[in-house]
């Protein structure tokens, strides 16, 4: 979503070269004024479909990955997957088992703006159950995700938070308990 875009990477317009940023809007239009703004600090952006592969080729020599999309857990298989596109644009789930492409060694932290993202595993299941924690055993060493459901404005707002604070101090812990007051402090 346009809206998104703006407010989660404000910091990147502030900061300029810290960081390489690539969107892919996948099938959501970019306004003109907003496709400027990125074009001003160098921000690559990707057209067609979000499929798990182009996202692969995108972040290849990445240090993070920040993804908005829904995210659903099956609590009867226990399988996380998010909602992406396939090769036509069209909705597809991408499960965790799905999500290999995207690690390679460069590969520091992902953020997950997806809803059951990090749903809890049953006491007696296996520990790494979900797109989070899958991406953790797959070698990402910080992922941050969402255990339930969160409104779009919550998830805008820790969102901002967390980046201001991980630019600050470096520190993804630090950065995520920056993210959570700010939504208790709403």
């Not at 829904?70 to 998010?82: A, F, K, V």
């Not at 396939?86 to 965790?96: E, S, T, V």
Request: hydrophobic residues 40%; proline residues 7%; contains cysteine.
């Amino acid at each position: 979503h346009p809206q998104q875009v703006r407010k989660l990477f404000r910091n990147c317009f502030i900061v300029g070269r810290r960081f390489r940023l690539v969107v892919m809007p996948g099938r959501t239009p970019i306004s003109t004024a907003l496709q400027a703004r990125l074009a001003a600090c160098r921000t690559e952006v990707v057209e067609g479909p979000s499929t798990i592969d182009s996202i692969a080729r995108s972040v290849h020599n990445c240090h993070g990955l920040h993804i908005v999309a829904h995210g659903t857990m099956n609590p009867e298989t226990q399988r996380g997957s998010l909602v992406l596109e396939d090769k036509d644009g069209h909705r597809a789930f991408a499960f965790d088992d799905d999500l290999y492409p995207w690690i390679h060694p460069d590969l520091r932290v992902v953020v997950l703006q997806s809803c059951q993202s990090a749903a809890p595993t049953p006491k007696l299941g296996p520990p790494f159950v979900g797109i989070g924690p899958r991406l953790v055993q797959l070698g990402v060493p910080a992922v941050v995700a969402m255990q339930d459901y969160v409104a779009m404005d919550d998830a805008r707002l820790f969102a901002a938070a967390f980046y201001r604070s991980l630019l600050q101090s470096g520190l993804v812990d630090v950065a995520v308990n920056e993210g959570r007051q700010a939504i208790f402090r709403k």
